[in-house]
């Protein structure tokens, strides 16, 4: 439905997160476009998930404003957000554990995608099916293994019909080939017109998907670009190589 | 079910479960016609045990679907005897009077769910608790209550007692069918799977698109009020009021005994464990002590050995689905309607 769009989808101004004297997140500023595909990229503890929690509506930044196709969603509670297109994973797996993966993924699209019956039992196949969870559809959550549970993450957060998808640390732990099927998956999305922004710590599959890369240390962006520019940016390098946050 | 052959069929009941629903509309009949064979003593006996089925049930589908586990439902049972009394009082025909109270249980449910909801878990089970004390205390200082003397359901008095006993008794079965099925409604809909996804995982809930507190409220509401129901009839059954045994925390204690009995989280589960407390009281019922003992003992012997309790087992162990809210995803559109549907999937092993 959507259009490539050269007006921001969703920008992030002057984010501050503090968790009592801890500054996690510290003057973000962050814009994308609709059709852009964004890589976060960034030691531990750099901030990454936090930001994604904000822009998602799991808890509200301390200062700054979050906006999304246009209108000032900072107040607005992730429920709302999801509602408007705005969906996120959890980078550690938040299965509903006593539901079958089925019902996970139902539950997204009548409620997050707000289709009647019969949609939402469409859109929740077919979003098990792209996700190569059919075979699992009627497993108990808390019968997955953790590959699995990470993949329900995604199916689950698809079936909400996203306009923009944004993905914590889906890729960790995956085989060679498990990881084509994942690129593969994503590079769906991206025909789907879906803006997609996704942390991840494995460069070389983000590489795949992304135009456009971040680099996030010790709650600042220090890099914002062409993904190979990035790579190499002397600050990038310090980050990584320089252990991590100070 | 319009989806082509080689696409996955979602199922809601079974082979089993349809003669399930056949079987349950033939019982309610059977249970509407008992009362011209059965003694004065068995009617007042059944119409408690459709009194224990309305609390189990609605404890259940506080805690075991919505995880709301709460520890002061007898708030709700109390006012549900209370208002009663005081409609009647006010005029108000004394049957009219049993369901008005209901209604108005759930109405005064919906302010205290406003903040009663911003408590979790552990919060929310002893603030509830808190709550059915004051109310109470509160309800004490009702001139027309006499505090702890209590007062009676006077104007059904002028009803025979035949006729009385025989009335409640459908009253107590029409209350608990429908209150069943509206629970079963709401529970096998797309608020139940938004409520089962709460109770796993608020969090992700929200983050999916489900409107937490609206929806728990609405479960909060609907077991206030079908509790107060329970309560106003448990009243009828015995015309006085005296506020510290309808108060009194020990409902709830039964509501829990009921439904980890029975399995939690299952429909029928909660059906089951009333009956189990049913029979459990009445052989053994005037024990005393010894009945309070026995009833803490086999909730001990429960939680270690059958935590999932009596139906929670038998589903897991034989697959077996009478009443399912659940959804089933069938792969290979195959003409067999069965309950098992081994050939389903490949990696089905969660019934083995
Ligand atoms: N809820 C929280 N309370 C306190 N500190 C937190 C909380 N969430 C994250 N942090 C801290 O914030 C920092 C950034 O965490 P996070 O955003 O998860 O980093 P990343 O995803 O980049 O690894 C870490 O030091 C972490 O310990
Ligand atoms: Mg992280």
Known sequence: ?246 | MSAPATMPVIERGTATSRTAAMAVAVIIALLAIAPQFLSAGAVDRMTALFIYVILAAMWNALAGFGGLVSVGQQVFFGLGAYFAIRLADAGLNPFLALFASGFVVGVVSIPLSLFMLRLRNGEFAIGMWVIAALTHLLVNLDRLVQGETGTSLISLNVYDAGTRRATIYWLALASMTALLAILFGLLRGSTGAAIRAIRDNEDAAASVGVRVTGTKRLLFVLAAFGIGIAGALWLATSITFQPKTYFNVQWTAYMIFMVLVGGIGTFEGAILGALVFFLIETWFGGTGVWYLVGLGATAVVFSLFLPRGLWGTIEERFGLRLLPVGYRVRLAAASADDDATPQQTTKHQEKA
């Open chain 1, 1 to 246: 439905m959507t259009h490539p769009q050269q007006q921001a989808i969703l920008a992030a101004a002057a984010i501050h997160k503090r968790f009592g004297a801890l500054v996690v997140l510290d003057a973000v500023d962050f814009t994308m476009a609709a059709d852009e595909a964004v890589g976060i990229v960034g030691p531990n503890g750099a901030g990454k998930t936090t930001l994604l929690s904000v822009l998602a509506g799991a808890f509200p930044p301390s200062s700054g404003t979050v906006s999304f196709k246009g209108g000032d969603v900072t107040a607005l509670p992730a429920t709302q957000r999801c509602r408007l297109g705005l969906v996120r994973t959890h980078q550690v797996p938040k299965p509903f554990s006593g539901m079958t993966t089925f019902e996970n993924v139902f539950v997204a699209a009548s409620h997050g995608a707000g289709l009647g019956r019969d949609e939402a039992y469409e859109e929740a196949l077919g979003s098990l099916k792209l996700c190569g969870m059919l075979g699992v559809a009627n497993r108990r959550a808390e019968t997955l293994g953790l590959l699995d549970r990470k993949r329900l993450e995604l199916a689950r957060a698809l079936a909400a019909r996203p306009t923009l998808l944004l993905l914590d640390e889906i890729g960790g732990g995956l085989t060679d080939g498990e990881a084509s099927e994942l690129v593969d998956t994503i590079k769906e999305l991206r025909r789907r017109k879906i803006g997609i922004v996704w942390i991840e710590h494995i460069v070389h599959i983000l590489l795949q998907v992304a135009e456009r890369l971040i680099c996030m240390d010790a709650g600042k962006i220090i890099a914002d670009g062409a993904p190979q520019a990035v790579m190499a940016d002397p600050e990038v390098v310090r980050a990584y190589l320089g252990g991590g946050p100070k």
